[in-house]
């Protein structure tokens, strides 16, 4: 199954099969970015991380790809579980006006749900 | 264990009251963040502070008060100032400057005004 970002903020997929998240960020002095899941009534847990000198990295059962040409950044869950069932959030991470301080940014999310 | 930690899990508040919310961090990290989260919605940020006795607004600080007075606690304070109070609060640290930057949550506290 297939998210196409903020404009359907739910995606269903069944039990084996593949999901793709995405996530378009907004600022392109960004460079560091971040996947989290979280589950109902807890807090975010991060997932897998990748740098603006990357394009793609990929951990356990899941792959990140980041395209900075378009600001967009997908999360890729390969064999999808029922556990994966949760709210995945991007964030952004980037240094703010004044140079010194660094903030990190959250989409909107997409809540996965796995179909058995 | 290392870790951060938030209180209480639920609070209720009346109306017109002031609430402080609890964050306490032991990963000895200098950067330390605040955000709500409104049903079906996404984080949204409210203050965040990169060292000790230094803290910048964010996106939604209007009606919101914080202190760092010690790098392992960053206290969010809910004034009779914000209108619409009721949501997830979370709070976050993380390793600052570099690129380890991933935050670390804690568990929320769920705000209810009565």
């Known amino acids: 199954g297939e998210n196409v970002g903020l404009h359907l903020p739910t995606l269903s997929v069944q039990e084996g099969d593949n999901s793709i998240i995405n996530c378009a960020y907004s600022?392109?002095?960004?460079?560091?970015f971040i996947w989290y899941k979280q589950e109902s009534g807890k807090g975010p847990q991060f997932i897998i991380d990748?740098?603006?000198?990357?394009d793609k990295r990929q951990g356990q059962r899941v792959t990140v790809l980041l395209n900075k040409t378009v600001k967009h950044l997908s999360l890729q869950i390969a064999a999808t579980q029922p556990g994966d069932s949760a709210v995945y959030f991007c964030?952004?991470?980037?240094?703010?006006?004044?140079?010194?301080?660094?903030?990190?940014?959250f989409g909107s999310g997409t809540q996965l749900t796995v179909l058995p | 264990d290392g870790g951060i930690t938030q209180s209480p899990k639920y609070l209720f508040r009346k109306e017109g009251q002031n609430v402080t919310l609890s964050c306490e961090q032991n990963l000895n990290h200098d950067a330390m963040y605040w955000y709500r989260q409104d049903p079906g919605q996404g984080l949204r940020l409210i203050y965040y502070s990169q060292i000790v006795n230094d803290f910048q607004k964010g996106d939604i600080a209007e009606g919101y008060s914080v202190s760092r007075e010690k790098k392992e606690s960053f206290p969010l304070t809910v004034t009779s100032a914000q209108k619409n109070p009721t949501a997830f609060y979370l709070c976050a640290s993380s390793i600052v400057p570099g690129w380890n930057t991933e935050a670390f949550f804690g568990q929320g506290t769920r705000l209810t005004v009565v």
């Open positions: 600022n392109s002095a960004s460079d560091y």
């Open positions: 964030a952004e991470n980037f240094a703010d006006n004044s140079g010194s301080a660094r903030q990190l940014t």
């Open positions: 990748i740098r603006s000198n990357m």
